[in-house]
């Protein structure tokens, strides 16, 4: 990582030194441009959270029984810098139709996997751009990342798709309303292994395997009023089991489709904006916010492809460019297979309300919201959690001084 800091920071000073000539001439010499995001949280999680995940709100991480992760007694107060984001986007020209390359990467400090709850350096896209092609790692092209309520909670909603990856991506703009991407990507996949073990101790490893990427293509109209989008994800999930007595891997396939609708519709004169999400269809979990998995077993332990949904409903209102409203509640649910244990992920759902006062305009802002989640297992055993949050934000941007956006 260190040394991959470095060469960045090298290229980015490189490039640097080409911007600080005369901004006419950015049509044919390299420029950058640098935001940067200080952002800290003061919460007070009411009820519980495993700790590892403080930082976020996440549903599917509140725990149900004595044992889970985070249970304790309620009531903790936590600090996080993590929400904090480093933004670059270098432009080069070129001469050529498609003009210059656009090369950006995101970093923010929010530790993930086995960094959980750490304040680390995580690298969150980054990915080269020249004209309708894109490469890298970036938001998926099944993710309407516009559709991410204004909101201070870094998790989101747990019914929302929401996950960035490696891809190859193709943009046809048709006119300044209508256009079409298609793409494809290498995400992440989860099976849940279930009662397997419990019928048979020797079956040791379960994993997905990325044998063929995933396709997707996206359709986007766009107005004054507002837009709509749709999304159809087409993967292939593959997996293998290693078991002790044979130590020899078994392999198999399963398909795997989804569609995702997004809108944002503006009302009273764009100071408010309503803004909806609804994600459905069978092995499309690795993409969701939180929550559920692409395989499982059923009744007769072989492997199934359970179906998921999600939504969410957001609304948010500014009055006079200053202080922001807004309420979002989401929603997700997974049809369990009869070979799930019972405490396996069924359904979650949050709640998020809050308020956002802008001291000094897109750069110094600070807001308050209270957070409510609720989760579900197999077994229909719940448990809810709490929160309110203090935040606040800095924004700093060096280069053309486009505005730095929540996320």
């Keep these: 990582m260190k040394n991959i800091l470095i060469i960045i920071i090298v290229l980015f000073v490189s490039l640097a030194a080409f911007s600080q000539n005369n901004k006419e001439d950015k049509k044919n010499k390299p420029y950058l441009n640098f935001s940067i995001a200080i952002h800290t949280d003061l919460i007070y999680d009411i009820n519980q959270m495993d700790p590892a995940w403080y930082a976020g709100f996440r549903p599917s991480k509140i725990p149900i029984y004595p044992g889970d992760p985070g249970w304790g007694t309620d009531g903790h107060t936590y600090f996080s810098m993590q929400q904090s984001t480093f933004k670059t986007d270098a432009f080069i020209p070129v001469n050529h139709k498609w003009n210059r390359i656009k090369l950006h990467i995101t970093f923010d400090l929010y530790g993930t996997e086995d960094q959980a709850g750490k304040t680390v350096p995580r690298f969150r896209t980054g990915y080269g751009e020249w004209g309708p092609l894109l490469i890298g790692k970036e938001w998926s092209t099944f993710v309407d990342l516009d559709a991410f309520p204004y909101n201070y909670d870094w998790w989101g909603p747990s019914g929302m ?14 006119n300044l309303k209508n256009k079409v991407e298609a793409a494809i990507e290498l995400p992440g996949s989860d099976i849940d292994p279930g009662q397997l073990r419990e019928i048979d101790p020797s079956l040791v490893n379960f994993k997905t395997k990325e044998v063929l990427p995933d396709l997707i293509t996206r359709y986007t109209r766009s107005g004054k009023w507002g837009y709509v989008k749709g999304a159809l994800l087409l993967r292939q999930l593959s997996y293998e089991i290693l078991s002790e007595q044979t130590e020899k891997a078994v392999a198999n396939n399963k398909f795997g489709w989804a569609f995702n609708f997004t809108s944002r519709i503006n009302v009273f004169k764009d100071r408010g904006a309503f803004q909806f999400q609804t994600v459905f269809g069978h092995g499309y979990a690795g993409y969701n916010n939180d929550g ?25 209102y500014t009055f006079a460019d ?7 509640y989401s929603e ?40 409510w989640g609720r989760l579900y297992n197999k077994a229909l055993d719940s448990a809810r959690d709490q929160r309110v949050m203090f935040s606040a934000r800095y924004m700093f941007n060096w280069g053309t001084g486009a505005v730095n956006t929540l996320r």
């Design 322 to 328: 200053r202080l922001t409203l807004s309420v979002v």
């Design 292 to 316: 559920g998995v692409e395989i499982a077993p059923n009744a007769n332990y072989q492997a199934e492809v359970p179906f998921q949904y999600g939504f969410v409903a957001a609304y948010d």
């Design 161 to 174: 798709a929401l996950m960035s990856g490696a891809m190859l991506r193709y943009t046809h703009n048709f």
């Design 332 to 371: 997700t649910k997974e049809n369990n297979t009869e070979g799930q244990l019972d405490n396996a992920f069924h359904n979650s759902r949050y709640l998020v309300s809050q308020v956002i006062y802008q001291i000094i305009k897109n750069t110094l802002m600070a807001g308050v919201n209270y957070q």
